[in-house]
């Protein structure tokens, strides 16, 4: 055994001196080890962490959310009202347990600092559906749901730990929102976190409003299906219902239908296809690392016949020539998965922080598996490019393998080389066209106008409680703030607003009521997102006027209601007629009568520049007077420069009044692109790669072509062969395998693109003008790697080779 540890560390310490040697073939290999490693690991933790791990929930697999949509699209389901839930508790048989939220941001006080903190107010059936076991206290019951039930709240255990120091003599007492006493009932158990709007610090009860109506879809449900209840089965009970509830309720269901999706599915549906598309991006990477270090290990191999003969000549046998080589192969391996496994966990440091959303609460993690597996592939390819060659020239007889040693070439692998050559470079061009794909589709994206000026424009939002503010006394609030906040130095304009366009929040209505026309019912209804405004937002946010008026001084309380509308809902609800001095009913319970349309301006893509928005509709503040606003100002420099003196101006106002959702607009925009983003970022980066490594491999097989060909070159130049004409027929071999692998790529990339559908923003998977380009980059990439083995090839000195033969 002795021997055996002793003879292995020889065979360590010749394997470290062989590469000290040969320093830039180590750096190379294991570079490329480690790329290929790295990527793959990292992308397929994200895919396992976010796709694969099941949900954190007891009988996830069961619970699904139950939406509504119009019967003429597709996808997933939406929001509902409280009625329609009321409904679908009473008729449907499929579900153990069903469950309804709404969500607000009330204001806390009393311990610590006013904060405002996310809250959801849900129906009891709602912890049956996620079967929550409380940490301490009790769930949310039925008989807290009835109207004139006692507002209580159960807490999020983080926020229990963190603001009420894990107080067990909470439970039972009464915290202030928004300056109303609720009680605390319960704690949530730790680490629980919850989907969408669920993902909460707070849970209230939840309470149905009169004021809601059928048609004020604002809510979420979720349920559980029975046991031997199919996603299917429940979505044909739905279907049912829902057609049932179209004929009983035209006015607000007709051509409404209802969704169900396993929430195993919904959770990921914004990520799936993404997650999956960068997954075969990486393995590509992978591949084409494998090629490049096959190529550099035959090369390395063949190129090491006369050492071997050497060896073999004085005493090493076969295996013991194996032993030695299987030794410098395993510790290459190990190198690189070394640095591989860096690779990878600084990667999946940087794909929580560029990553979607998702990843917050579903984080990638280095699984062992998946490590495991990318290692074992790395390594596979190590073994078996790094030993067989090398036993390939291993003579049996070392007398006539010395003889022949400087003069031997080995057949057969020039060409397995060149293969390897040109499958790197088709991967290269797949993942090359892809990125280039994507960021033209960016750029077209960021070409959007916006409908607003997006530069200098900060965003914040205040919650005034019902307990201080009543309508008269939070417009004053706000129209005090307004006017302290424009004397600053750097303010321009600022304004008031319930909605920030950029902000993920929407206020969507259904009007079914027009002046001297029928009501409108199922899909002819007219579809906006409400703001509630003040006269100067839409200078201060940079909105056009089309036609007619804006909100002014003039609407005030006591005046006739008003409204402005964009061009949008313009269009698709009065087709090409005048829409100034139309008249018709905003849905809510502030003002009844009709509101007149005084104004036409420009559309704000208010979910972002690459989704379709719904028309909006702007009310003013002082007829629709809200407690929920956000403050928008328009600065003359750096926004966020004036952000804390706007906060210290609203605490001089009122000193428990928090500020929260301080951004940009820029900021918020740029979060939007938050997904798009992503992919760009890891396509590019592994294109680069490929195209990097696709490079490396192609100067490879040219180099080692020359070096090989050194005699046939020195003879043609003997024989008045010009420099010139070696340097072109190097450069064209290298111009042939690049061109066969541009065309296997391209062909592969056409498939590749229509994969990318979902993910181009006005541009064509199948780009001419794109894979155009990246032919035409790749064809100059191979032959910058050709030039330096074609300068080799120019310098060999005729009269030394001939010399030697």
Known sequence: MRELLESVGADLRHAARSFRSQPGFAVVAIATLALGIGATTSVFSAVDGALLRPLPYANADRIVHVGEQAVTKSGRGSTTSFDNFDDWRKRSTSFAAIGIVSSATPTLTGHGDAARVPSAQVSAGMFDVFGIHMHLGRPIVDADNERGAAPVTVLAYELWKTRFGGDPSIVG??????????????????????????????????????????????????????????????????????????????????????????????????????????????????????????????????????????????????????????????????????????????????????????????????????????????????????????????????????????????????????????????????????????????????????????????????????????????????????????????????????????????????????????????ANRAVADRYVVSPSYFQTMGVRLVKGRLIDATDRVESPTTCVVDEVFAQRTFGGQNAIGRQLRIPGPSRTDYATIVGVVGHVKTYGLDVESPGQIYLSNEQFPGRAMSVVVRTIADPMRVAPAITRLVHEIDPDQPVSNVATMNDLMSELLRGRRFILILLVSFAVVAVTLAAIGLYGVIAYGVSQRRRELGVRLALGAQRLQIARMVIAEGARIAIVGALLGTFASAGAGRLLGSFLFEVKPLDAAVYSVVVASLMGIAILACVVPAHRATTVDAAEVLRGD
Do not use: H
């Not at 390395?300 to 192969?329: D, H, K, Y």
């Not at 030993?387 to 060409?415: E, F, H, I, K, Y």
């Not at 499958?423 to 797949?430: F, K």
């Open 173 to 522: 007492q009464s915290i202030l929102l928004n300056s109303v006493p609720v009680r605390v009932v319960g704690i949530l158990p730790p680490g629980f976190s919850g989907p969408e709007r669920l993902d909460r610090s707070l849970w209230g009860n939840f309470i149905p409003s009169t004021a809601d109506g059928r048609g004020g879809r604002s809510k979420e449900v979720y349920a559980l299906l029975r046991r031997g209840v199919s996603p299917a089965q429940a979505q044909r009970e739905m279907t049912r219902i829902a057609a049932d509830l179209a004929t009983a309720y035209p006015k607000d269901n007709k051509d409404e239908t209802v969704v169900v999706d396993p929430l195993s599915e919904r959770a990921v549906a914004d990520v799936k296809r993404p997650l999956y598309t960068l997954l075969g991006a990486s393995f590509f990477v992978l591949l084409i690392a494998c090629a490049n270090l096959s190529n550099l290990l035959l090369a390395r191999g063949t190129a090491r016949s006369r050492e071997i003969a050497v060896r073999s000549a004085l005493g090493a046998g076969r295996a013991r020539i194996a032993r030695q080589l299987l030794t410098e192969s395993l510790l290459l391996a190990g190198l690189g998965a070394v640095v591989g496994v860096g690779i990878a966990a600084a990667a999946i440091r940087a794909l929580v922080v560029v990553g979607p959303t998702l990843f917050a609460t579903r984080p990638p993690e280095m699984s062992p598996l998946v490590l495991g597996g990318s290692v074992a592939v790395s390594c596979a390819t190590v073994l078996l490019f790094g030993l067989l060659p090398a036993l390939r020239v291993a003579p049996r007889d070392p007398q006539m393998a010395l003889r022949n040693a400087s003069t031997r070439v080995v057949g057969g692998g020039r060409s397995l080389r060149a293969a390897l050559a040109v499958a790197q470079l088709s991967l290269a061009v797949v993942l090359l066209s892809a990125s280039t794909l994507v960021v033209k589709s960016f750029v077209r994206v960021l070409d959007v106008d916006p409908g607003i000026v997006r530069e200098n424009l900060l965003t914040l939002s205040l919650t005034l409680p019902s307990a201080k503010y009543d309508s008269v006394k939070s417009t004053v609030f706000l129209q005090e703030l307004a006017v302290r906040v424009k004397a600053l130095p750097d303010v321009k304009d600022v304004a008031v607003t319930s909605l920030v366009p950029f902000g993920g929040s929407f206020d969507r209505v259904n009007i079914s009521q027009f002046a001297g026309e029928p009501d409108r019912i199922g």
